[in-house]
């Protein structure tokens, strides 16, 4: 009787009897109490370079240098430099967990909590987690995770689904222009010195990266991951990482009071969305609205109402205390900005009844940590217990051995088996 009902006529007989176990994603189904979620603590940090090569250390941390607050309303011109001074990094390159596990390799010994901590931890990035975060409240994109147990340790590295491949492909040239905009405001925002002024005449490079390495717990979950850090504010007084880092973003420009509102509640643009991707990192962060108010793809009936959710997800989960918004105008400038604490964001939709709610978010993401946990049996690095999840349905499982989806390499399996 196990799953009847649910069960498709034509399953052959086996899956009758063993259905594929699932996670239904329902918001309905996570809104208890919020769990236990450790202050996340920074381990360390690795730079990315211009040629994408890994260094051990924060080179490539910026430092918050904003506009004088009595001086003139900024005036930055995002679209300055494109297309000659931008150099994309490479989407079609897989690099899966490799950075990180590079990080964790020159580390192991040294981990905070014991010899047996890792063993117990989830090891990812964290945008794998931002997206977990906001499952319940996605309705456009799914995701696929690949999990493997490896000396205990339940590693998730994501895999990209056909259809945000084949919409990568077909990336839109406005699009193409968006993302160079929101890196381009990082560089009238942060300069490469503590103290120092930026210097936005030299080229925008994604292959540039400072990530932090972050230990905290959800639930009884440990967990180690990384994420993609924007800057560090030097006037803050704690330089603790990761209270002293902000998050930069950009968005476009409001004027109505009403525009304000959706902007809290719902995506700005609804009707007139553009869909992109992007993997830095394994940061890719779903969307982005539309620029310039130029309809290029229709958003179904629904909207999504989830950006401010985005930039909470993004930021709670490394304990990033402020996104720092750039306001920009349809002819790409941004005239305005605004500090959104992190810890504030959801103040601005716990009345409302089409809000979101951070509960529903991280009960999921335990729910899914609890599930990968009991699913991922078999300790195996070539083993890939592969979570696929679309919206409207629940995440589900498919087991696979080696290539393409088995993604621990053998470096790191060599090196950690010594
Ligand atoms: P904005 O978010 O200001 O648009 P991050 O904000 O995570 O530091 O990312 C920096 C920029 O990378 C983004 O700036 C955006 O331009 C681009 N980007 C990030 N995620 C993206 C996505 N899913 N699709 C398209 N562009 C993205
Ligand atoms: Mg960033
Ligand atoms: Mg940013």
Known sequence: KRGAGKMEVAEPRNKLLHPSPSLPTDPALYSGPFPFYRRPSELGCFSLDAQRQYHGDARALRYYSPPPTNGPVPNFDLRDGYPDRYQPWDEEVREGLDHLLRWLLEHRGQLEGGPGWLAGAIVTWRGHLTKLLTTPYEQQEGWQLAASRFQGTLYLSEVETPAARAQRLARPPILRELMYMGHKFEHYMCADKPGGSPDPSGEVNTNVAFCSVLRSRLGSYPLLFSGEVDCTDPQVPSTQSPACYVELKTSKE????????????????VGLDLTARKGICGEGKGKMESGGGVPLIRSPAFPD????????????????????????????????????????????????????NPSVCMNFCAAFLSFA???????????????????????????HRDAPYAFLP????EAMTQ
């Open 373 to 399: 946990q009991s699913t991922v049996v078999e300790d195996d690095p070539r083993l890939v217990y592969l979570f696929s999840w679309e919206p409207g349905g629940p995440v589900t499982m498919s087991v």
């Open 305 to 356: 109402r989830h950006k401010l959710l985005k930039w909470w997800a993004q930021s709670f989960l490394p304990g990033v205390p402020n996104v720092v918004a750039g306001f920009r105008n349809p002819e790409g400038f941004v005239c305005s900005l605004k500090t959104f604490p992190t810890m504030e964001m959801f103040e601005y939709v716990r009345n409302d009844r089409d809000g979101w």
């Open 254 to 269: 409001m004027h109505s009071p009403g525009q304000w509102r959706n902007f809290y509640r719902f995506r700005i643009g």
């Open 410 to 413: 053998t470096w790191y399996v």
